[in-house]
């Protein structure tokens, strides 16, 4: 089957740890997104990337990295920087940029300890 | 700057009655329009979106929105709801001259008496 798998599923992460989530994509689109969701705030754009070894911040990347090293996989690691982590974390992927659909992952909570 | 506003936080429907959710947008130009589904604890299924031509956009699960340029308006309607339909519902648009970014509306949440 095609799709967007994250994982893990639930994340919980110390004070003063980096933590990596995990995003990869069967359906060989060029375009990654990450998002972070939190209760009534919808979706915000943390980093996208639209080709390999290439990315862009979002609105909201302080505290976070990405890295494109491959075309599947778009991991997001969430840094010591970032004061309020606990979110939902959001991958998609799409064909390439404009008027193209974004297909959406399952999705990993984070929560700190 | 873009923005999306969904009015309506929490919306609560009886079973087999209309539905109607509210989306507007704030945009320099004419916009890539989407309406996104999500269960709760899952990511986002979308239900359908609006690129250009006809107005009146149909989805999946019998859900269909129209595009009103003058309002500002991309309104998300359903004839009869199912209690399946209990969800939490986004509206988005697209940033057609930055990639494909997308921009959320805060959302609403659905619930369906039985």
């Known amino acids: 089957d095609g799709g967007i798998t994250q994982s893990p599923k639930y994340l919980f992460r110390k004070e003063g740890q980096n933590v990596t989530l995990s995003c990869e994509q069967n359906?060989?689109?060029?375009?990654m997104y990450w998002y972070r969701q939190d209760p009534g705030q919808g979706l915000r754009l943390i980093y996208y990337s639209q080709i390999v070894n290439d990315f862009q911040k979002g609105d909201i990347a302080e505290g976070y990295s990405v890295s494109r090293e491959k075309k599947e996989s778009f991991p997001l690691t969430v840094t010591s920087a970032q004061k309020n982590p606990t979110a939902f974390y959001l991958c998609?992927?799409?064909?390439?940029?404009?008027?193209?659909?974004?297909?959406f992952g399952p999705g990993t909570r984070l929560l700190v300890l | 700057a873009q923005s999306v506003t969904q009015p309506d936080i929490h919306i609560t429907v009886s079973e087999g009655a209309s539905l109607e959710l509210r989306c507007n947008y704030s945009y320099g130009a004419t916009p890539y329009l989407f309406w996104y589904v999500q269960s709760p604890g899952q990511g986002l299924q979308l239900l359908l979106k609006y690129f250009s031509g006809d107005t009146l956009v149909q989805g999946i699960k019998g859900f269909e929105a129209e595009f009103k340029r003058s309002q500002s308006s991309f309104n998300l309607r359903k004839p009869s709801v199912h209690w399946s339909d209990a969800a939490e519902y986004f509206c988005?648009?697209?940033?057609?001259?930055?990639?494909?970014?997308?921009?959320f509306g805060g959302g609403t949440r659905l619930m369906v008496k039985p």
């Open positions: 359906l060989n689109h060029d375009a």
């Open positions: 998609a992927s799409s064909l390439g940029l404009a008027e193209e659909t974004q297909y």
């Open positions: 988005a648009v697209g940033r057609k001259n930055a990639g494909n970014m997308l921009t």
